[in-house]
């Protein structure tokens, strides 16, 4: 069975660890890892993802696609349309985004418990993916956010 590179480089790590614990070293061999060019679904699939999904995590996925960040309700203009993200991430910039009437009205049924607009991305993501691995079932498809899975 072939093991990849990328499971390679972990174990020598965790072996390295281990040497340096008992106070030696060693060469350690380097595997370079290829990159994989992901799967982009297409609209038509992200759309039957998103009505498929519960009110919150089709809200959360609409949310994603329109602005592709983290929003507060502070952050919501309802009566304008635009999400102003005022703390971009990862090297990103503030910036304003016009959002459809759809996601408005998604945002407008979720009650507003807390300051921010979702719950901690863990409990989202277990949701996300019993709902993706039901409704790919159902359909007889495959949805790929980010890997098979």
Excluded at 63 to 73: F, P
Excluded at 113 to 124: E, G, N, P, V, W
């Amino acid at each position: 069975m072939a093991v990849a590179n990328r499971t390679k480089n972990y174990h020598l790590g965790v072996y390295e660890s281990f040497l340096k614990f008992l106070g030696k070293t060693w060469q350690k061999p380097k595997y370079t890892c290829s990159q994989k060019i992901p799967n982009i679904p297409l609209e038509s699939e992200l759309n039957l993802l998103i009505g498929g999904c519960s009110k919150t995590i089709s809200t959360v996925l609409q949310t994603i696609k329109e602005t592709g960040a983290r929003i507060r309700w502070e952050d919501v203009d309802f009566e304008r349309r635009i999400v102003s993200i005022n703390y971009p991430e990862k090297g990103s910039r503030a910036r304003q985004i016009k959002v459809t009437p759809k996601l408005i009205a998604m945002l407008h049924s979720l009650p507003r418990k807390r300051k921010t607009i979702f719950a901690h991305k863990s409990q989202l993501s277990h949701q996300f993916h019993i709902q993706r691995k039901r409704l790919a079932h159902k359909q007889q498809r495959t949805f790929y956010m980010y890997n098979k899975g």
